[in-house]
Every structure is written in C-alpha cells, then in structure tokens.
C-alpha cells in the first residue's frame, strides 16, 4: 500500500489526526513518553482505497521542539513516503519550525498536503486562510478534535497517493522480483547491499520520480534481476544518529509494504536480540516470504557456533520453515546462495494448491488423526480451499470451532505435505451450522 507520512510540530495534533484518520480511538495519544513504540506505521482505509499511515509523532520525544531535529526526523519519514502530510496548528500559525519544515519538504520534492488543524468553527477559516503564505497550496482546514473537514481531506490524500498497484500491488508478471534488505543496525545490510550490487549494479531506479535519492536498486544476481526496494533507507547512514530505533522500525515496514521476500540479517556473532525476532514478527505479520541470513559468519568460533544451534532451535522455532543461508558480506562468502533461498521463498509464497488435492489432504489428515472429542461432540470439516496466495492462505469450512492446537497441527502436515518452504501461511475456519 502506499505511504502517507504525518509531519508537523509536537502539538498541533498530529496523533489525534491519525487516529481520525484510522477511524478508531486506540491509543496512538496515550502513548507514554519515554515508551520506544514498536509500531510507527498503520493501515489505513478510505474509500475502498487502502495506504499506510506513518505517525512521525513518535519520536518527538527527545525532539524537544527544536527546529532542526524536527525538520530532519521529518526527512526520515519523508524519504520512505508516497506523500506526506503536513499538520499546521491554524490557531497558532506557521512557525519558524513549521518554515524549516516546508523547506524540506520542497527539496524531497514529494507531493505534500497541508492539513490547518484547529479549526473548529467557521471562524477558523480565515486563520486557515493564511497558510496559503506557505507556498504549499491550498490549506485544508480540519478539526481532528471533532472531525471537521477530515472526510474531504482524506479525498485529497487519495487522489494525491500514487495508485496502490503501482507501488506494490499485484507485481508485473515478468518483473523483477521486490526484496526487501532488512535487519537490525550494524548487521551489515548496506555492506551486503554493497557486495550484492558489486560492478553487477546496471539500473538506479527512481521509482517515487522524483529527484533525491534512488528509492530502490535493480541488481543482477543468478542471471536475473531483482528489485532491492528502499535502498536509500540503507545508504542513508546519518540520520541513524537521531531515533535510530524508530528509524530502523520504520523502514522495516515501509520496506515490507514493498516487498514480495525480505531477506533478514542476523548478526551470527552475536546473540539474538528482542530486536531481531521483532523484525522477524513483522516478516511473517506482514504476509512476506522470508529468508534469514546469518551474516558475520566470518567471524564464526566454534563455541559460538553449538550455542548458535540451541539459540535457533529455541527463538526460531517459529520459523523453521524459513531458508537459512550463512554468509560473510564482508567476504562475500556465500552471497550467492541467497538467490536460490529467495527462489524457494517466493515460490512457496506464489504456490496454489489445487482444490481437489487440499480435500484429499484434508480426509487423510482427518481419517487418521481425528479432532479430539469436546462434550461427547466432534466438529467436523466439511471442505476447504485454498483462498489466495502470496502469502498461501486456506479456508476450512467446519460444523464446529477446531482446537489451536489442531489448527497448528493441520498447518504443520500442510507443510510436510506441499512444501511451502518460505512463506508463512494463514489457515482460517467457517463455522457452518
Ligand atoms: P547496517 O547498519 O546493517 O547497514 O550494517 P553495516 O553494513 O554498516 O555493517 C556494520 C558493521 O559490521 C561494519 O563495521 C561492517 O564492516 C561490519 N560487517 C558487516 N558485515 C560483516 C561480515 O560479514 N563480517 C564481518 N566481520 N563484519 C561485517
């Protein structure tokens, strides 16, 4: 889905904008300060027209209001966005950092909307007005508070964002396949970047059309070209200094919303972090194919190496399913063997299986391991498909609820039976009467 960034100055209401624009009260304001939030971007819905939301609010925090350092985590935001909206506070006026911030916004050269919160009333408008001195175009005035004028500008935010199946959408049969690079700091994804793309690199692709940086890098590998989105959320290396958390979390998932498989670096030598399964997580919750690499393999111990085993068998085993491949980027050790990997990913990612061969699947499973007994009654499974792919995702159709752990079990032998080494996979059920 597209991305729309939300920039403005603390206080002007950014955070109940989102959440207007999200059309629910979760606690996107109640978030403590001080609390790292581990979600910076949602899904959001208008008009049948899905985008992702990105809430720069969450790191003003130790911005402190300072022109600068709201102007530059801005930029972050920026970069990795389709459009951006920017909220002004029509009762207060266009500030000085509101005008660091505009200038900004005019060398990304993305289109920006401008949102005057504040304006409760019809009175309102004329401070409204104003802005228009801010060279952004017409102001549109809101009310996050009440919801004033918020419908209208969700129209403008969909007529602005690019169209959904340009950015991600069903990919170009043909094309080159989306991955994302992603990885907690310091594991050695732009030097992976760097050794992959080597003298092979041919195209800089500058898919937002616009003038900065490229967004992504087209590169050749195993003979054929892949498509490495949000490249220059890698390269950029100097705004990790500030929000460096946030950073990395918002480009994961603006990375994510892009790709069809992400590739995540782990740090071999080092042991797994909360922020490593994190990223994982947000692989798997977002529908990717996954291939984990796990890179510094260079620097590989053999003490290290056992307690790398029992580490995998323990915080992995959600994800045993996922190809892993040892690599150096610093050496190049094995680069190339991420190219199989992601074939296998995204070849179990894009499998369908037949109808016919899901239901025979399913009375074998269910003749030999029956749903276990509830109250002297046993739900039954009458019929299943299989909906959709990329990720795989199936539907049974039950005359009862079936236990999780049966669920997980029918996942599991689904696996041993078809494969689908890569890609997670959904299993939902109907409860017919
Ligand atoms: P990024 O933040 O994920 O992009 O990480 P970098 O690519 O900047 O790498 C972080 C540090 O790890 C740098 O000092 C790299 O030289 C080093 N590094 C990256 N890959 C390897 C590797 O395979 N082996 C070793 N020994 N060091 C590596």
Not at 117 to 122: F, G, L, S, Y
Not at 229 to 237: E, F, K, L, N, S
């Amino acid at each position: 889905a597209p991305v729309l960034a939300i920039v403005g100055r603390p206080n002007v209401g950014k955070s109940t904008l989102v959440n207007r624009i999200l059309g629910r009260r979760e606690a996107v304001v109640e978030d403590t300060p001080g609390v790292t939030r581990d979600r910076v971007s949602y899904p959001a819905l208008w008009n049948g027209q899905r985008f992702t939301v990105v809430d720069t609010g969450g790191w003003e925090q130790d911005a402190r209001g300072m022109a600068s350092r709201v102007a530059e985590q801005a930029e972050i935001a920026v970069e990795l966005a389709d459009a951006v909206l920017f909220v002004v506070d029509a009762t207060v006026g266009a500030t000085a950092t509101d005008e660091a911030v505009v200038r900004m916004l005019r060398r990304t050269r993305k289109p920006v909307i401008l949102a005057a919160n504040k304006v409760d009333d019809e009175r309102g408008q004329l401070e409204a007005a104003v802005l228009w001195s801010l060279g952004l175009g017409e102001p549109r005035s809101v009310s996050a508070l009440h919801g004033r004028g918020v419908a209208d500008l969700l129209d403008v935010v969909i007529e602005t964002l690019p169209e959904v199946s340009a950015i991600a959408g069903p990919v170009e049969e043909g094309g080159p396949r989306r991955v994302a690079l992603i990885g907690r700091p310091n594991v050695g994804k732009s030097s992976m970047l760097n050794k992959l793309v080597g003298s092979e690199r041919v195209i800089v692709d500058n898919v937002a059309g616009t003038t900065r940086d490229p967004v992504d890098e087209l590169v050749s590998l195993g003979g054929r070209m892949w498509r490495f989105v949000d490249t220059a959320g890698i390269r950029r290396r100097a705004h990790q200094a500030s929000g460096a958390d946030f950073y990395a979390a918002l480009r994961t998932q603006t990375a994510l919303e892009k790709a069809e498989v992400a590739v995540v670096l782990l740090d071999a030598s080092e042991v797994l972090s909360v922020q490593d399964t994190k990223i994982l997580s947000t692989v798997i919750e977002a529908g990717r194919a996954l291939v984990i690499a796990y890179n510094k393999w260079d620097l590989m111990e053999d003490e290290r190496r056992h307690y790398l085993e029992r580490e995998i068998e323990r915080d992995l085993v959600q994800m045993t399913w996922a190809p892993r491949v040892n690599v150096s980027a610093r050496t190049g050790w094995h680069a190339e063997r991420l190219v199989p990997a992601m074939d296998k990913a995204l070849a179990s990612w894009d499998a369908r299986i037949p109808t016919g061969r899901f239901n025979a699947f399913l009375g074998e499973l269910v003749a030999a391991n029956p749903h276990p007994l509830r109250g002297g009654k046993q739900p039954r499974i009458l019929f299943g498909t299989q909906a959709s792919s990329r990720p795989p995702k199936f539907v049974v159709f039950t005359t009862g609820f079936l236990d999780p752990g049966y669920r997980r079990f029918i996942i599991r032998r689904l696996r041993e039976t078809f494969g689908f080494e890569g890609t997670p996979i959904e299993l939902t059920m109907r409860i017919r009467e």
